[in-house]
């Protein structure tokens, strides 16, 4: 167990909707980093928060946003839901703002039909 | 554009074989590090290298950081089924703030 907590585990929707994953980072991690993962695909970088902050962007959609609450909890909100937006998505945390030794979640599974 | 090369892409391999895993770049690397995933889960953080010419070993994983810190190999000795999984290897660049530059996996079956 990383420490890491994902919800949903699995989410199953239809295209061109709106769907929300939430992360927990584990206790005393600021960072946080969301990644996209389809099948047999390596890991994309979407985007790291660090301490509420937005601190690095990588490859991810106009269609989706994300943000870092107060508490470091953070959400992936994903919109107008496309078939080829169906993957794993995964958090990940870390203690400094540089991205060394992530630890990851268990991952949210979404599924676009 | 940064880039990190793994070879093979995929091994499926007998039980007590060996094996090694590479990881390249033109890249020079502050660290480089290795996590396996297992089907459905996520990225298990194995070890970290640092230091040109570093040798680190995890049971049967030996796992070594090149001299010029732009590679990286694992070495697994007598692999088992549960070495199972894809590995990754993902670098830190200062030059990119320090961000993690990943490796596409290699797919690793052990078969009994």
């Known amino acids: 167990d990383s420490g890491v907590t994902q919800t949903p585990k699995h989410l199953i929707t239809a295209t061109g909707q709106r769907v929300t994953l939430r992360c927990s980072p584990r206790?005393?991690?600021?960072?946080v980093y969301w990644y996209q993962q389809s099948l047999d695909q390596g890991l994309q970088f979407l985007i790291q928060y660090y301490n509420g902050e937005e601190r690095a962007k990588g490859n991810i959609l106009e269609r989706f946003s994300a943000q870092q609450f107060p508490d470091l909890h953070s959400e992936l909100n994903l919109s107008s839901l496309e078939l080829g937006d169906s993957a794993l998505y995964f958090c990940?945390?870390?203690?400094?703002?540089?991205?060394?030794?992530?630890?990851f979640g268990p991952g949210t599974r979404l599924t676009v039909l | 554009t940064q880039l990190l090369e793994q070879s093979p892409q995929f091994l499926s391999i007998q039980e007590g074989e060996n094996l090694t895993v590479y990881c390249n770049s033109s890249?020079?690397?502050?660290?480089l590090q290795w996590y396996r995933q297992e089907p459905g889960e996520g990225p298990v953080l194995l070890v970290t290298?640092?230091?040109g010419g570093e040798v680190k070993k995890l049971k049967r994983l030996t796992f070594q950081f090149g001299d010029a810190r732009k590679d990286s190999s694992l070495h697994i000795t007598a692999a088992q089924p549960g070495d199972t999984g894809l590995y990754l290897c993902a670098g830190a660049v200062s030059g990119s703030n320090y961000q993690l530059i990943w490796g596409a996996g290699t797919k690793l079956i052990i078969k009994p």
């Open positions: 890249s020079v690397f502050s660290s």
């Open positions: 206790s005393g991690d600021l960072s």
């Open positions: 290298v640092v230091t």
């Open positions: 990940a945390s870390s203690v400094y703002p540089q991205g060394n030794e992530q630890f």
